[in-house]
């Protein structure tokens, strides 16, 4: 295998061009994704992928149309939260209560004095756990303001689908996101609030899209991106850039024997708690063994930025990762990082984290400002290089035997646990 990149930022942009701007929005398991695996499957095969196929799984999902909330005489818009409650035409209204600290650590009086109103949140810290705690407080209804000015409405990253735990969704109280101006003239507001919300949830079904170059061994590298985006958002750089670098290394590969066999992965429903990474590593079941090692690009192509690695994995593979990489000057992080690649190390395969952006860049991912324009060919080509010679470069050596410190394993799989749940595929 020559050392030489290969990996053309041209072609990848291409790809990301088709998937955030002509097909569009792909919300897990809504018509886009029927489009998007059909799309997947038929590049992988053109670029000559052996196994090509479509692994389905069930999920809930939803449509969801603009939310208001009106206060006096002022209505503002917002986003509703996918399978959050919904209301009546009219909405809903109720007292407001407040919670402003940057941490969630409410005291049980706080709790017992969000019972039956709308609670009003401006937090960084917004998780299933918070989402969970307000609904056994048998709140009314949850307003999340989006933590930074200037920046467009906002779902927080990773908890888009706050009602996947709960089991019940009856019992969901509406969620709506609101920018942050609006949200400080709302925080000044002593008057009732009124909400609305129309949110229907769905049971659909979403895939992965499986391709795989035999090689001279069975242990595998399994390279992967996740397809979908967050509802309202296009999803240029979360992660249609990712996705688009998946497919021009097996473009690249597909040209050769490679030492270890290559396994590429689309994934579906990360953006819902990482259903489709969890559903392809329950389903390998005793199979996942030959899995050594996980590439996972997620959050790639952004104009402004610098290539990052978070590296579930011990000192021999972040040495092996800076050795390679050297002239990308990447920052590593050691720790979990990232998104699919959490799941293969929560099943003990050490994996590493590819992002490219940094500051503004992730204020703008879930907007609607997602868009292709916030996309260059030279950042995927930047990102895509560096990764196509690191596995180059684990194709010169006698195996893929890397680790994952307890340490790490132990913060990985609390990170885990605080965004996704533990559905029984299998």
């Known amino acids: 295998m020559t050392s030489r990149p290969l990996f053309s930022g041209s072609r990848a942009f291409g790809v990301c061009r088709h998937l955030a701007q002509t097909i569009g929005e792909r919300v897990q398991g809504l018509e886009s994704t029927i489009t998007t695996k059909e799309y997947l499957c038929n590049q992988l095969k053109e670029h000559g992928l052996e196994k090509v196929h479509a692994q389905g799984f069930p999920v809930f999902t939803s449509r969801q149309k603009k939310a208001y909330v009106t206060f006096g ?19 809903i209204t109720g007292p407001m209560a407040k919670y402003t600290s940057w941490s969630w650590n409410p005291t049980p009086d706080e709790l017992d004095n969000f019972a039956d109103k709308i609670v009003v949140l401006y937090t960084r810290d917004f998780s299933q756990e918070v989402v969970h705690d307000l609904i056994q407080a048998k709140v009314r209804g949850i307003i999340h303001v989006t ?25 969901l109280p509406p969620i709506i996101s609101i920018n942050y101006r609006d949200g400080a003239k709302l925080l000044t507001n002593p008057r009732d609030v009124t909400i609305q919300a129309d949110v229907t949830i769905l049971q659909s079904e979403s895939f992965n899209v499986i391709g795989e170059i035999p090689g001279r061994e069975s242990d595998a590298i399994v390279l ?12 240029a750089t979360d992660n249609a850039g990712g996705t688009a670098i998946l497919l021009e290394l097996a473009r690249i ?3 050769s024997t490679p030492r270890w066999t290559l396994r590429f992965v689309a994934f579906g429903s990360e953006e819902c708690a990482l259903q489709g990474s969890r559903y392809y590593c329950q389903s390998l079941a005793d199979g996942l063994w030959e899995s050594k090692l996980n ?3 997620d959050v790639q192509g952004t104009r402004i930025g610098h290539l990052a690695v978070g590296i579930l994995g011990g000192k021999r593979l972040r040495t092996r990762v800076n050795h390679a990489i050297t002239h990308w000057n990447p920052k590593i992080q050691p720790g979990p990082t990232g998104g699919d690649n959490r799941i293969f190390a929560y099943y003990e395969i050490p994996a590493i ?3 490219f952006g940094g500051g503004a860049n992730f204020l703008l991912n879930h907007t609607i400002h997602d868009r292709l324009d916030m996309v260059a060919p030279q950042s995927l080509e930047f990102a895509g290089q560096a990764s196509e010679v690191f596995i180059r470069e684990l194709d010169t050596r006698r195996t893929l035997q ?24 299998v």
């Open 147 to 171: 933590y930074e000015p200037g920046i467009p409405i906002k779902l927080p990253m990773g908890f888009i689908y706050s009602g996947l735990n709960t089991g019940d969704f009856d019992l």
């Open 402 to 425: 890397f680790s994952i410190p307890q340490s790490l394993q132990k913060k990985n799989v609390e990170s885990i646990k605080s965004i996704t749940t533990e559905p029984d595929y």
């Open 295 to 297: 590439l996972n690009f």
């Open 253 to 255: 590969f597909a040209q």
């Open 353 to 355: 984290h590819w992002w």
């Open 73 to 91: 005489n002022r209505t503002f818009e917002g986003l509703s939260f996918g399978l959050s409650g919904t209301t009546e035409r009219e909405g």
């Open 224 to 235: 992967s991106a996740h397809y979908d985006s967050v509802p309202y958002s296009p999803g």
